[in-house]
């Protein structure tokens, strides 16, 4: 069974930080693309960062470059989204996402995604 899990979302004040973790198992994700989304109430899900099966290229949204960055054991099976400098806008479930295509045009399109974990909330207060 093919599973990704996220873990340390919490309740954080403007401009703290926080470190997501995703754990994946289930299968070898070493050979995919990974990435986190965001989705906020009332809102679509929305492309956060992206970072390809070896690490070697990274990917983020206009919104949190510079504040947030991605990584990948590949010997663990784990990704994580250190978040720095965080708004209340940052406020959302945040989700971790595997997939299998090639390339890296479809990265920032949630729907080109194969493999999804459940969220963990982040919520940051002003």
């Known amino acids: 069974q093919v599973q990704l899990v996220e873990s340390g979302g919490g309740l954080v004040q403007a401009g703290d930080s926080l470190k997501l973790s995703c754990a994946a198992s289930g299968r070898t994700f070493s050979s995919d693309a990974m990435g986190w989304f965001r989705q906020a109430p009332g809102k679509e899900r929305e492309f956060v960062a992206a970072i390809t099966w070896n690490g070697g290229g990274t990917y983020y949204a206009d919104s949190v470059k510079g504040r947030f960055t991605i990584s990948r054991d590949n010997t663990k099976n784990t990704v994580a989204l250190q978040m720095n400098s965080l708004k209340p806008e940052d406020t959302a479930v945040y989700y971790c996402?595997?997939?299998?295509?090639?390339?890296?045009?479809?990265?920032?399109?949630?729907?080109?995604?194969?493999?999804w974990g459940q969220g963990t909330q982040v919520t940051v207060s002003s």
């Open positions: 996402a595997a997939g299998t295509k090639t390339g890296s045009t479809w990265y920032r399109m949630f729907r080109a995604w194969d493999y």
